[in-house]
């Protein structure tokens, strides 16, 4: 017996299809061209679409099996030269955000949560990554990070501007969650409209 019905296969094609155009398309373009804000838009995109899937099918693994999909494609035909990373990335969000909402009814404060846990993710992961995929480059590039902190800010101390940053990333990440589930109440509204209006057409023609 399958999982996941022929309906539910395709919407999950079809939204994994839509979050890979976006971190294709957008995100390449903004890296290509060093447009800040990349990560808000990219992450802020995923959520919405993981929360519209998962108040549609309302089953367990729908999120991750968009995030495995999405990371694959941005794989296979991202253009950027280190690809992995952010295939991981991808991923990693959708597990991020499949536990959460497992646990979590889907409201106002559930994406607020999830949009400050991902933003939280998606600012230990680089890191993560350094050490992983950067092997021994990686504690001279963290190394130079630091440096260049402490030389805007030199008047704050290093553990000042941690916790500013930390801060920083979970406010904004509470705020884009909050704007991703709003965004996503509208799709489902529509998408409710649309199944309403295509059973109508099925019953005059049975009719």
Known sequence: MKYFTIKEIALIAVLASVTS???????SFMHAFGLHGKSIVLTTTAMIIYFTAFSIIKKRGTVITIGFITAFIKLVYGWEMSKLSPALAIFGESIVTEIILCFLPINAITGAITGASLKMFNLVFPFISFWILGGKTAGKNLAKLFDSIQKIFPSLSF?????????????LGGILGYIAFEISKQVIKLHGRIQKEKSKKEEQKAE
Request: glycine residues 10%; without cysteine.
């Open 159 to 171: 553990p000042m501007i941690v916790t500013a940053g930390i801060l920083w990333t979970i406010i």
């Open 21 to 27: 155009a976006v971190e294709i398309s957008i995100g």
